[in-house]
Structure formats: C-alpha cells, structure tokens
C-alpha cells in the first residue's frame, strides 16, 4: 500500500524567509508522479509543483523547489522568498503512472507572518 | 481555465436522510474523483469515475455510492446519512494519463446532525 508521510502538523515563517516543509513516502509503483498541492483558507486546492520519479532534476517552480530524494522516498518543498499568500495547508501527494490510485498526506499548516 | 464546481459549499442533513452532492467540470476530463478531507487524516479517495457510467471505488467506499451518467458531472451519494460522515468532501477532476494534474473543486462542508 501506498503512504505518505508528513511529519510537520504546523509551520510559520517570516514574511520574506525561507521554509521547507517536509515529506516523505512509500510506493511500490515502478514509475509515479509527486505533487504538492496548496489549499489557502476557504479557497480551492492548487497544484504548486509536480515531480516525474524518473527525473533525476528537481522540480522548480519560481519561488517554489522540491528536494527529491528517490533512494529515502523523500520529497521536501522549499518555498523563497515567503510571502502572505502563501498561508494555506500544503499536502504532498503521490501517484501512478497509470491508474487513481493517489495517496495524500495529512498535510502541513503554514502561516506567513508579517 | 479550468472550472470545477460543487452544488454547496455548505450543507446541514439529519441522520438517515439521502444526501446528494455535485461536481461538475468544464474541461471534458476524463476522470473525475470524490475525495473526504478530515483534520490529520489528509484527503481519501471515496470513488473514482474514468469515463461515463463507469466507476471504481476507493479506500473508503461504504456508505456512499456515485452516478456519472453524463461525462462534465459526478454525483456521491450518501444512501442514508450517519454523524460519522461529516466532513469536508471534495471533488476533482484531471486529464487521463500519467502525472496529469487534479483540479480540485471548492469543497463541500457536511454536517450530519
């Protein structure tokens, strides 16, 4: 069965700082994409960045970078740059290449302070 | 842009009545899916659709059931409503193939009185 694993219930940084949330997972798919996925309060889930496991090249999306590890199925965010609106739940997903078979994890609040 | 919307953002039932929620998509999706989001417990898959009338359940099917009769709209179900089944429940929808990406409607809040 398919897992996903994040570690961190809560995180605040400061505007204009740094932040990585963390991730780890377990599947036995050969090939499988990652997601990460921002939920803001009372506003629709986005996708904020995607990963392919067969690349071995992180992802990056403007402020936005993964940290793939595929050996120790980890799969962190790391997020430049913070700013207000990046308040949101943060939920790490995976997926087969072929199939729905998608698994989230519990996700990670994180409040951007002023 | 993609639309995907849901038929309330809120909803109050009692016990043992038939809920119906909808999710409706603008984007010709193939495959549509009804998820439940629950503090600590992330989103679970309740029913995945890959194309009209067709269905497969999820990790947590029991108690609910789902109608695709037409590809842009999904129905879940809730035969007969429990306490238990509060919840936020959220419907999404995604090209088929490989890494597509879900597109995630606004989410519908029950409460199960």
């Known amino acids: 069965a398919q897992t996903v694993t994040q570690s961190q219930p809560e995180m605040s940084v400061q505007e204009a700082e740094t932040v990585t949330l963390s991730c780890t997972y377990d599947t036995s798919e050969n090939n499988y994409y990652l997601f990460w996925y921002k939920q803001p309060p009372s506003r629709q889930m986005i996708l904020v960045i995607r990963?392919?496991?067969?690349?071995?090249q992180n992802a990056t999306e403007n402020r936005f970078s993964v940290n793939f590890q595929k050996a120790a199925k980890s799969f962190s965010l790391k997020i430049s740059d913070s700013q207000l609106g990046d308040t949101a739940m943060y939920f790490c997903a995976s997926g087969p290449d072929y199939g729905q078979n998608f698994v989230f994890g519990p996700g990670t609040r994180l409040s951007v302070l002023p | 842009d993609v639309k995907v919307t849901q038929s309330s953002r809120y909803l109050v039932k009692r016990t043992g009545e038939k809920v119906f929620l909808e999710c409706v998509q603008d984007m010709d999706h193939e495959n549509m899916f009804w998820y439940r989001q629950d503090p600590g417990l992330g989103l679970r898959l309740i029913y995945f659709s890959y194309d009209v009338k067709m269905k497969e359940k999820g990790d947590i099917p029991e108690g609910y059931s789902v109608s695709r009769e037409k590809k842009e709209r999904f129905s879940l179900i809730l035969e007969s409503a429990s306490t238990n089944q509060t919840s936020m429940y959220l419907c999404a929808s995604r090209w088929a193939g490989g890494g597509e990406t879900q597109y995630f409607g606004p989410g519908t809040r029950l409460l199960v009185l």
């Open positions: 990963q392919e496991a067969y690349k071995q």
